[in-house]
């Protein structure tokens, strides 16, 4: 229901070809430090969690206040995986951000199916807002992938879909921001 809601929501939206993803991440990975009186330490109050797949396993990030939790072939889906592993490294009262990076796996499951995609990435976004209450999300578009055959132009077309279904979804947000990594 959301999902439809959404759609006819957003049938006139048009989004703007100079969609600036560099300043976002740069904003997103803003930190801030906050003195608490009980215990006079220092804690990151602007901690950002990014929850991946194989693309993001690849990156290594040397700032400790930036988690990288990323699994490879990790779907929508699988988002309370991720989180829970998530349990042991951060403390959710401290996440400021939250960069999503999944979807890519779920073309591959779901190939034409959009609808599903979008389910899931809907209960995705559910599931981090809720655990994430203060934080600003930001989801990164699936990235194409490359060759001609038809098998492949039918998976960047249904990642096409899914990525203006996200942008839509983000523009009506003050909490979703759109990372255009196509």
């Avoid at 959301?2 to 048009?14: C, H, L, P, W, Y």
């Amino acid at each position: 229901h959301d999902i439809q809601e959404g759609r006819d929501a957003n049938k006139n939206v048009s989004f703007s070809e100079d969609n600036n993803s560099e300043e976002l991440i740069v904003e997103l990975n803003k930190t801030t430090e906050t003195v608490f009186e009980q215990t006079n330490a220092t804690l990151p109050t602007s901690e950002t969690v990014i929850f991946g797949a194989s693309n993001c396993s690849r990156i290594r990030i040397e700032d400790p206040s930036i988690n990288n939790i990323a699994v490879s072939g990790t779907p929508l889906d699988q988002i309370d995986k991720l989180v829970c592993q998530s349990d042991n490294i951060v403390n959710s009262d401290y996440v400021a951000n939250v960069i999503l990076s999944l979807g890519t796996n779920d073309i591959s499951k779901h190939r034409s199916d959009t609808e599903q995609i979008t389910a899931n990435l809907t209960t995705c976004i559910d599931t981090l807002k809720t655990k994430y209450p203060n934080a600003r999300i930001g989801i990164c578009s699936i990235l194409p992938r490359r060759g001609k055959g038809s098998s492949i132009q039918a998976l960047n077309t249904a990642a096409r879909s899914v990525n203006s279904f996200t942008q839509k979804l983000c523009v009506k947000s003050q909490v979703l921001k759109y990372i255009d990594l196509w």
